[in-house]
């Protein structure tokens, strides 16, 4: 089954061929292709171009007059998996206090882990399923979903079959993280290692067993688990083939960059605090840095430095990080306005972030993140917008007006 898109008014992100990321001054460029055209077969991207050069006939032929085509968004960190909220702790946090001292007296990823280990299964998997559909709805074509709110074996567990279960019955590519390191459970909380042991003992074999997690995160961090610890979990995990991709300078800069380069970690993710040293150690790596904004937006801490990222030549891809506690929003669009408003990044650097780079940060920059002959048919068409700008410009505006998935129009 051929569709054939014609009159786009702009096809963005239009690799001829594909590229693993965008470092540095590169970032500023975004290939498009205006008065184009794009052919789709079945679940796959096989041909764009000029409209001069349209393919004579398809079996079904869109208009899309004054309408852009984007490649779906690729939101490489998020904790989608949670049970119910926490705006208790929003309320706390307007009246003064700060997310460490919630996090002090038993709010914080404790209080979603309490609720999380007495929800079931099926309850667990509605309330996340729920979201899933928002997310996409808003332009997300791939996903990342972290564990990390269970924090005893069977909780864990339950976390990444309901990730496996939502991967069987949703249309877009999720790639699971196992983040046991998350916090310390308050059963453990005189004795770190206890956990930690829970974790390379019990866990890790489980879910390596059972198949369950492609990557391992740990929240490095300050009250959370030091650079020792980070490096004893990433060293256990390697013996399973589970590849990093952690939670780094989010308060505290510890040296979190340095252990995960080393671990040769795929991403490193938050960054609102980061150091020459850490720039360095970034220099010398393969490792994507990830910025959340839309969680310093939420809890008022420093954005991350994405022009010091960027201007020191290494790329940047950008993220949601939706969860219950730091940001309640898995909205794509707000990141990449959020990015251009805050991170003081261009559209052009912003959407880049948010696709071809944000597919590396999870492995999948073969699949998806640009419109390229081959990749998945993931793509949205906008409203009848002016320039690719209005669209972090417009910001809080919903523009898309279509989403096809795998060739399919949701
Ligand atoms: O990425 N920083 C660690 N984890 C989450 C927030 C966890 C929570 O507050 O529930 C984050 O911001
Ligand atoms: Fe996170």
């Known amino acids: 089954m051929t569709k054939l898109f014609i009159n786009i008014k702009e096809l963005i992100q239009v690799r001829e061929t594909n590229i693993k990321k965008v470092s540095g001054k590169l970032m500023a460029i975004l290939p498009t292709l205006k008065n184009a055209f794009l052919l789709i077969e079945n679940d796959i991207i096989i041909d764009f171009g000029k409209m001069e050069n349209t393919p004579k006939s398809a079996d079904k032929t869109i208009d899309c007059t004054g309408k852009m085509i984007f490649p779906t968004w690729v939101d490489s960190h998020t904790h989608i998996v949670f049970a119910g909220n926490r705006e208790q702790e929003f309320v706390d946090r307007i009246n003064g206090f700060s997310y460490e001292e919630i996090a002090n ?8 882990a309490k609720k999380l280990q007495a929800t079931s299964f099926d309850d667990l998997y509605q309330q996340s399923a729920k979201r899933l559909e928002e997310v996409i709805a808003l332009g ?6 972290k564990s990390g709110y ?5 909780a864990e567990l339950k976390m990444l079959r309901v990730i496996k279960k939502l991967k069987e019955n949703y249309n877009i590519p999720i790639k699971t993280t196992f983040l046991g390191a998350h916090a310390i459970p308050s059963e453990f909380k005189n004795n770190k290692e206890g956990y930690i042991n829970l974790i390379i003992d019990e866990m890790l074999p489980k ?13 490095c961090e300050v009250g959370y688990f ?3 610890d980070t490096h004893r979990i990433l060293s256990a995990a390697k013996k399973y083939n589970l590849i990093p991709k952690i939670h780094v300078n989010q308060f505290n800069v510890i040296g979190g960059i340095e252990i995960a380069t080393k671990h040769n970690a795929l991403s490193v993710d938050h960054l609102e605090v980061l150091n020459d040293e850490d720039i360095i150690h970034l ?17 008022g801490i420093p954005y991350t430095p994405a022009r010091k990222i960027i201007d020191a030549g290494l790329p940047l891809a950008l993220a949601t990080d939706y ?3 730091s940001t309640p929003s898995g909205n794509m669009n707000f990141v990449v306005s959020t990015a251009c408003i805050k991170l003081k990044m261009t559209p052009e650097e912003a959407i880049n972030a948010a696709t071809i780079n944000g597919a590396f940060a999870m492995n999948l920059e073969d699949k998806v993140g640009s419109i390229t002959k081959g990749k998945l048919a993931n793509f949205f068409i906008t409203k009848e917008i ?9 910001f809080g505006s919903n523009l898309i007006e279509s989403l096809y998935l795998k060739g399919k129009k949701q």
């Open 105 to 112: 007296k038993g709010g914080g990823i404790l209080n979603s």
């Open 140 to 145: 997300t074509g791939a996903i990342e979903i």
């Open 150 to 154: 269970g924090l005893t074996v069977e």
């Open 207 to 219: 879910i390596a067993d059972e198949n369950l997690a492609d990557f391992i995160d740990v929240f």
């Open 226 to 228: 030091s650079v020792d």
């Open 283 to 299: 220099k010398n790596a393969e490792t994507m840095p990830v910025a959340l904004p839309s969680c310093s937006f939420f809890l």
């Open 323 to 325: 969860n219950p506690g």
């Open 386 to 394: 002016s320039s690719y700008s209005f669209l972090p410009y417009s």
